[in-house]
């Protein structure tokens, strides 16, 4: 089991001016993503586009939907990169730099990977419109939905969802391999490190299809997994857990006995 960085434990390098600095803007930026969703403006576009005849949407509409998966996955993700962070700033001050503007560079270039991610998923949520399997509360049909959640748990136990797991779960092994300089290095290196975390949470989010896209307290159940999987002290014991429950979880769903979410 690879080891983890405890997020309360930040490495003796780091002064307190910058645990303050980090955990504050982090905290800043997460908490604006949970208000943004808990006022949820563009799942108006998102009604509006399942209440639109079979076609393409407007572009104003589309991008409301892309903002609200984005924003989406700022709000999940950035908890959880907290160690990474923690981590990388710990490196430069041990280099005698400050965390500076290379940290947030790391922090851009994660949210980067996760925006790209969203662009896929606001395609995905237009074509399950389109093909008619998405309801009005922007859950999929129960055959989809038992697919999505079996699909998900086999997922959840396969090795490449192990293999990606292990390098969210392992900040040092990660900038041991992966190092690069400068505060492009740093935007390169979060984009990186966003790209495993994707690898190891996109069909996880594809649940958010199950219970309601905008389902705010099936996000938070979701968000609470993935923190628990990247950070937690049994982490991967979790997600193969998680991945037997959601397996059980889709078969109830194909029995035809009643939907739980």
Known sequence: MA???NVWDAPSTITRVDKAALWGGLGAISLLAWWYLARMPAADASMAMMAMPVGAPGVTELALVFLMWAV????????????VVLMYAAITRAEGR?????????????????TIFSAGATLVQESLRSLS?????????RALSAGLLIGA????????????LS????PLGFFMTDWREGARGAFVMGLRHGGYCVGCCWLLMGL???????????????????????????????????GVAFIVCGAWLLSGMPRLF
């Open 133 to 141: 399997v998405l309801t009005e509360a922007l859950r999929t049909t």
């Open 72 to 83: 989406m996955m700022t709000a999940m993700m950035v908890p959880t990169v907290a160690p």
């Open 153 to 164: 748990g086999l997922y959840q136990l396969s090795p490449l969802k192990n293999a990606c």
């Open 3 to 5: 080891k983890v960085l």
């Open 167 to 170: 390098r969210c779960r392992s």
């Open 208 to 242: 958010l299809f199950v219970a309601g896209v905008m389902n705010l307290l099936w996000i938070a159940a979701l968000s609470a997994l993935v923190l628990l999987e990247k950070v937690g002290r049994y982490g991967v014991r979790i997600a193969i857990a998680a």
């Open 98 to 114: 400050g965390p500076g503007i290379r940290v947030w560079c790391f922090v851009a270039g994660y949210v980067g990977a996760w």
